[in-house]
């Protein structure tokens, strides 16, 4: 065989090798990529609060927090949330809000629930918690957003003022919409303190249908 047969031959099987590596590699990047969005999905149920500041999406721990969750989700389905306010804002803490319009008229609620925050999941960044009184089981339609890790609300023991906070879910996205929202002027309003100057109204909260996020 001649040079020029042996070089001949040597560029047909290189092209063979492209023509049938190229698609394969294609194929394996595509299969990549769909694991790395199923990577993605949550069977958890995400909602999106949608606020005069921005949207912040939230997925929600039915399995950690299930009396929580389903509270909350009646709240969302009855349109509870609707043109409530973030009314109480304390940068370096947390946002809380879900109980107040912007006249800061408190909004009737369903019975109180059962304190979950014996759950082990910590009161850090990003975080969601219900909002309660002193007493354990007293947590209703108000929530709020942990700023930074405040462990120190977390369960410790059974007492009072041991129990802590039930954390039920945590931002998924929209977390530089909650830092901005904790960065507005507060003053005080009928009695309540570090209320915004400028309402940051909660125009809705919904349920994600896509739960690809």
Known sequence: MTNKHKKARFTIVMMFILLTTVPLLSSMAKKSNKEQSMSNKTEN?????DTTSG????????????????NFLQYVKDDFYKDT?????IPGFMI????FT????????????KNEAFNEISNERGTIAMARTSVIDSATSQFFINLVDNDFLDFKNSSA????YCVFGKVVYGMDIVDDISKVYTTSHGGHQDVPQTPIVI???SILEDQNF
């Open 161 to 164: 003022s041991g129990f802590g």
């Open 55 to 70: 949207r912040i999406g939230i997925e929600l721990f039915q399995e950690k927090a299930p009396i929580t969750v389903a």
């Open 203 to 205: 125009k809705s909260v």
């Open 102 to 113: 912007k006249d800061m008229k408190q909004k009737k609620t369903l019975d109180p629930i």
């Open 85 to 89: 306010i973030f009314h109480r804002v």
């Open 96 to 99: 809380q809000g879900g109980g």
């Open 45 to 49: 149920p995400i909602v999106v609060i």
